[in-house]
Each structure stands twice: as structure tokens, then as C-alpha cells.
């Protein structure tokens, strides 16, 4: 069973940053995408950025754009760490944050279409606040 971990989540003043962590627990068969998304209280689940492990290509949202940078650790031979660096954050980014990875049999830029994603984590809870 493939196991997806978040970490990093927690209380940030406006303004601040943080760097969330997702370790996939193993390679997928096929071209494999990792993605970020979030869910804010009272709103719908929403992707923020994901990446083809292929050749490192990124697909950023409008939320994420200037902000949120997705990246994957390239020291690790298994490929299957990926980040997200926050940065000014505010209080609408509170929310749980999550990772969730795919493979396609075809090679495609990833996208954000939640129910091609087949493994998620549990989340990690962003807070917001002064």
C-alpha cells in the first residue's frame, strides 16, 4: 500500500514562510505526478501546485503563483520527496494542506483534477495568525 506523509504544517504570523514536506513511500509504475492542495474551513478542496517526477515540470494555480514554490528532493535517489515553500503567507492560506501522487501510463503535464489522483496523505494543518 503506498503511503502518503505530510509534515511541516503549523502556526505562522502573516507575512511568514514555511516549507511543507511530502514523502511518497514508493515509486509508482508509469509517469508519476505529485501534487499539493488544500482545504480552507467552509470551502472546497483546491490544488495548488504538482510536479512530473519525469523531468521536474511544475504546473503552479493562480493561488500559488509568486507564493508557493513546489520542488522535489533530487538527493534522494527514490524521487519521491517533494516541498512546498510558502512564502508571505497570509490568513486565507489557513487550511490543511495536502499531497497526493498518480502515475499515468502517458507521459502529460500534471494537473490539478483532484480524482486523477490516487494516494493521499492525511494532511497538515496551516495556520495563519497573529
Not at 502518503?4 to 504570523?13: A, F, H, M
Not at 509508482?28 to 521536474?56: M, N, S, V
Not at 493562480?62 to 512546498?84: C, E, H, P, Q, W
Request: contains cysteine; proline residues 3%.
Amino acid at each position: 500500500q503506498v503511503q502518503v506523509v505530510e509534515s511541516g504544517g503549523g502556526l505562522v504570523q502573516p507575512g511568514g514562510s514555511l516549507r511543507l514536506s511530502c514523502e511518497v513511500s514508493e515509486i509508482l509504475l508509469g509517469y508519476t505526478a505529485i501534487g499539493w492542495f488544500r482545504r480552507a474551513p467552509g470551502k472546497e478542496r483546491e490544488g495548488l501546485a504538482c510536479i512530473t517526477r519525469r523531468d521536474g515540470r511544475t504546473h503552479d494555480s493562480k493561488s500559488a503563483k509568486g507564493r508557493f514554490t513546489i520542488s522535489a528532493d533530487d538527493t534522494k535517489n527514490t524521487g519521491n520527496t517533494v516541498y512546498l515553500q510558502m512564502s508571505d503567507l497570509r490568513p486565507e492560506d489557513t487550511a490543511v494542506y495536502y499531497c497526493a501522487t498518480y502515475a499515468s501510463a502517458i507521459y502529460d503535464p500534471c494537473v490539478f483534477d483532484s480524482a486523477m489522483y490516487d494516494y493521499w496523505g492525511q494532511g497538515t494543518q496551516v495556520t495563519v495568525s497573529s
